[in-house]
């Protein structure tokens, strides 16, 4: 089955740690992304890849580190200068190039700060 | 940036009737725009999209309209069900395939 998957599920932090939270993909996309989201807000882009090797900020990328070195991979890093990490997490990717396509969700990774 | 509103407060409705959900938008219209089902603690699912160009789309029970005009996107779920209990997205493109989203508007279909 192609799709995304993160893991882990459910992530329990104390203050001061970093913590990577993992995403891999195996539809072939080019683009991935990073959202996080907050009780009653939407979700907002934290950092996207459209090619290997390659990143760009998104809205809220202070306290975040990623890394693209494989196509199907896109892992997040909350490192401790992120101030209030305990969020829902969400991965997703792109097919990519022009296409109107849909943007394709994994199951999401709930952070805790303990 | 882009500006997108949704109703916050939960829409409730009987099954059978017709759920009408609204996406507006502030600032420039995109070039298209989509919908999302998100289920508690689950990611997204897509289920339309539709273009600048295009005033109406259909699929199944479900249809969307975009009018540039009044920069604003309904979202029509027919027939509706206790199962089309969710919150819905609406996201619209910024370029770059990037994506802004809104805040969701819950739906409650009872029984």
């Known amino acids: 089955d192609g799709g995304i998957t993160q893991s882990p599920k459910y992530l329990f932090r104390k203050e001061g740690q970093n913590v990577t939270l993992s995403c891999e993909q195996n539809?072939?996309?080019?683009?991935m992304y990073w959202y996080r989201q907050d009780p009653g807000q939407g979700l907002r882009l934290i950092y996207y890849?459209?090619?290997?090797?390659?990143?760009q900020k998104g809205d809220i990328a202070e306290g975040y580190s990623v890394s693209r070195e494989k196509k199907e991979s896109f892992p997040l890093t909350v490192t401790s200068a992120q101030k209030n990490p305990t969020a829902f997490y969400l991965c997703?990717?792109?097919?990519?190039?022009?296409?109107?396509?849909?943007?394709?969700f994994g199951p999401g990774t709930r952070l805790t700060v303990l | 940036s882009q500006k997108i509103e949704q109703n916050s407060e939960a829409l409730n409705i009987q099954e059978g009737k017709t759920a009408t959900l609204t996406c507006n938008y502030t600032n420039y219209s995109p070039a298209y725009l989509q919908w999302y089902r998100q289920d508690p603690g689950r990611g997204p699912v897509f289920l339309l999209l539709?273009?600048?160009?295009?005033k109406e789309k259909r699929k199944e029970r479900l249809k969307v309209t975009f009018d540039t005009t009044l920069k604003q996107s309904l979202f029509h779920i027919t027939a509706s069900q206790p199962a089309d209990s969710a919150t819905y997205l609406c996201?619209?493109?910024?370029?770059?395939?990037?994506?802004?989203f809104g805040t969701g508007t819950r739906l409650l279909v009872s029984p």
């Open positions: 539809l072939n996309h080019d683009a």
């Open positions: 890849s459209q090619i290997v090797n390659d990143f």
């Open positions: 997703a990717s792109h097919q990519g190039g022009t296409s109107y396509n849909e943007q394709f």
């Open positions: 539709i273009r600048e160009n295009e």
């Open positions: 996201a619209l493109d910024e370029g770059f395939q990037k994506l802004v």
